[in-house]
Structures are given as structure tokens and as C-alpha cells.
């Protein structure tokens, strides 16, 4: 199969994470006989500093033209003081309206390799950690109206019945060929948006009488995914909920660092990047972890070009280097004594480990 890749590496550790991850797709291409073609697309920082704008409106027109899209990570300290508009996350933004891609997927999966990386008691880990985050990605309060006036500053959080009930569906469907256990979580104590969030909810569960749905608010959705993460199987909630718990579920399986994620809509085009950060305090020095990004090209494979196979032997392969040992800095375990069951390598270092499996 012949696809075309839009491949955005942006800011900090943005670069070295997207190498890794071309070099293991480049295997996969060879290993399975497709042919992968990569346009490079600026966007975040450094394409502020060289157009003046996070995503120039040609390089969006890239993406657009491409069968997926792959993304490293934007922003840094460099661009605090930019205004909200021409920041680099504004163009991440954009991109994320411009795709369309609504439905940001996240899973919270610990691997047995890195279980003791987990904050959490072992107690509690052994009883599993195994949910998906479904996060609203192209509404809400990062779409809003945002102003500064004088002394006051205002974001606006609004959904239509429309966005909900789009997304909804997408929690119900991911929880269908899961456990079948779907999680709304919102804060209709307080919101009118969260009322509206949770009527929908309950009107569309009709059509999926095979989902056990539950409520929950989502200071308590807080305290329960450290608590007992293992009660989760998917949860579906608002944009900005979303981000900040996504954290929160990264942090119980080990390293932020690991987790990958895919943002759909209603083609088969997809925005794939790991959940964290572009890290500009490790950036260039051969440190960071590139699984996250891996597991992200992983993804593209699955979701968008329908090559479960190709995933699968990535996927196999990350954890193949796992379980020999190999990790980087953010992986390694704190225990003296286990670390020396360990060797750790760095970016590069891990790439070329996954390479050799493939
Ligand atoms: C994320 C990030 C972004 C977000 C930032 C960089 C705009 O935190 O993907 O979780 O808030 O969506
Ligand atoms: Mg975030």
C-alpha cells in the first residue's frame, strides 16, 4: 500500500522523537512490502519564528493533502510571552480544528515491564490499569471566546447538543469492543454545559444497550484514577477535562513519556502524537523517550491505514526491548537494585533497540 505522511517534528524534543519514528515506520514499509511518502509540515514555534504565524495556512493545506499526519511536540519557554493568537499551542489548535479531528483517544495502560514505575501502591497496580481516555479535542473552553479587558480576562466553554452526542457515540462504540463500560464524566453541579453534556448521554445509551453507563464529576474522576484506577474501562469527557486527566492517567502507568494518542474525525485521516510535552530542557540531548511517538506511528498504521498487523509488530517490538531491560532515563526504576536489572540508552539508543526487534 502506498500512503502519504504529513510529518510535523515542531519544538524542543519534537525533532529526535519524530526520527525514531520514521525510522520504524521506513521497517515496517520494508518488512511489509508498502511505501510510505513524508511531506514536512512547520508548525508551533518554529515556524512562529520563521513566518510569524504557529500554522501558516499552507502548511495546514500539507496535512490536508496527506493521508495522516504525524506530530512530535510544540511550544517551549522561548514563546511564553506571545500573545494567546500567535502562540506556538495555537497552531496545535488550529491544526486539531482544521483536521477536524474531534475525537482525541488516550490509553492508560501499564505495562508489566514498567509496573513499578507507578507511583501508586502495588496493591492497587495489580489490580490493573487498563482504561482509554475519549477527550472532546475541536470544542469547549480552548475554542471559546477569549478576551482580556482591562484587569479581567474571560474563556468561554460552550457545546452544542451536536458535539456532545458526536462524541458520546465515539466513547459508546470504544467501550463496545472494550468491557463495555463507559464513564461520562462532567460537572453538572456546576455547569450548564455539564447538564448538557449528561443529557445526551443518557438520551443516546438507548442505542447501545450492550454499555453499562456511569456519571461521574470530575474532581471525583480525580481522585478515583488514583484511587482505584482498575474500576475504569473508558472514559469520555470535555476537552479541557480531558487534558487535564489524561495527565493525571499517564503519571499511574509509569512515565508520561510511554503514551501515545490519536485524534479522529469523520475520515480516516488522523492526527497521531504522544501526550507529552516537547520537553525543551532535555531537547538535543539524546535523552528523551521516543515509545510515546512510536506507539503514536502505531496507531496511524491501525486506525488510519487499516494495517493492524504492522501495529501489532510494533507494538511487540517496544515491548520485546522492555522486557530486555533496555530504557531510557524517564523508564528507569528508581529502586537501586532493579536498576541494576536495567541499561539505559537514549533516544537514539531506544530506536535503533526497537529497529533491531522489528
Ligand atoms: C495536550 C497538550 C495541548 C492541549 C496543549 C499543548 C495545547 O497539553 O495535547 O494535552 O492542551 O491539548
Ligand atoms: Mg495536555
Known amino acids: 500500500m502506498h500512503k502519504t505522511i504529513a510529518v ?8 529526535e522523537i519524530i526520527r525514531e519514528a520514521l525510522s520504524v515506520l521506513e521497517k515496517i514499509a520494508e518488512k511489509f512490502g508498502h511505501t510510505f511518502t513524508y511531506t514536512d509540515v512547520e508548525m508551533g514555534g518554529c515556524a512562529l519564528d520563521k513566518y510569524g504565524d504557529p500554522l501558516p495556512a499552507e502548511e495546514l493545506e500539507k496535512c490536508l493533502r496527506a493521508d495522516s499526519v504525524l506530530l512530535g511536540a510544540v511550544g517551549g519557554e522561548k514563546w511564553n510571552d506571545t500573545p494567546g493568537d500567535k502562540r506556538p499551542e495555537k497552531g496545535l489548535l ?3 480544528a482544521g483536521l477536524g479531528v474531534y475525537s482525541n483517544n488516550r490509553p492508560a495502560k501499564i505495562w508489566k515491564q514498567l509496573a513499578s514505575a507507578s507511583p501508586l501502591k502495588e496493591a492497587i497496580v495489580e489490580r490493573g490499569i487498563d482504561f482509554i481516555i475519549v477527550r472532546e479535542l475541536t470544542g469547549g473552553i480552548y475554542f471559546g471566546e477569549h478576551k482580556t479587558e482591562g484587569d479581567t480576562a474571560t474563556d468561554v466553554l460552550r457545546y452544542s447538543e451536536a458535539e456532545i452526542e458526536r462524541i458520546a457515540r465515539i466513547g459508546f462504540e470504544t467501550a463496545q469492543k472494550r468491557r463495555k463500560k463507559l464513564c461520562s464524566v462532567e ?9 448538557l453534556w449528561k443529557k445526551v448521554m443518557h438520551k443516546i445509551v438507548a442505542d447501545y444497550p450492550d454499555v453499562m453507563l456511569t456519571d ?3 474532581d471525583n474522576c480525580a481522585m478515583q484514577i488514583v484511587k482505584n484506577p482498575s474500576q475504569f474501562d473508558v472514559i469520555v469527557t470535555e476537552n479541557m477535562f480531558g487534558d487535564i486527566l ?3 492517567a499517564s503519571q499511574i502507568t509509569g512515565s508520561i513519556g510511554m503514551i501515545p494518542s490519536s485524534s479522529l474525525g469523520a475520515t480516516a485521516r488522523g492526527l497521531y502524537e504522544p501526550i507529552h510535552g516537547s520537553a525543551p530542557d532535555i531537547a538535543g540531548k539524546d535523552i528523551a523517550n521516543p515509545i510515546g511517538t512510536v506507539l503514536s506511528a502505531a496507531m496511524m498504521l491501525r486506525f488510519s491505514f487499516n494495517m493492524e498487523k504492522e501495529a501489532q509488530a510494533i507494538e511487540d517490538a517496544v515491548s520485546a526491548v522492555l522486557d530486555e531491560g533496555w530504557r531510557t532515563a524517564d523508564i528507569m526504576p528508581g529502586d537501586a537494585e532493579e536498576a541494576a536489572l536495567c541499561r539505559q540508552v537514549g533516544c537514539s539508543g531506544m530506536g535503533q533497540k526497537i529497529l533491531e526487534k522489528l
Open 216 to 218: 461521574m464529576l470530575v
Open 8 to 15: 510535523i517534528r515542531g519544538d524542543g524534543i519534537g525533532p
Open 246 to 248: 489524561s495527565d493525571e
Open 94 to 96: 488550529r491544526l486539531r
Open 187 to 195: 460537572k453538572s453541579n456546576v455547569l450548564d454545559s455539564s447538564r
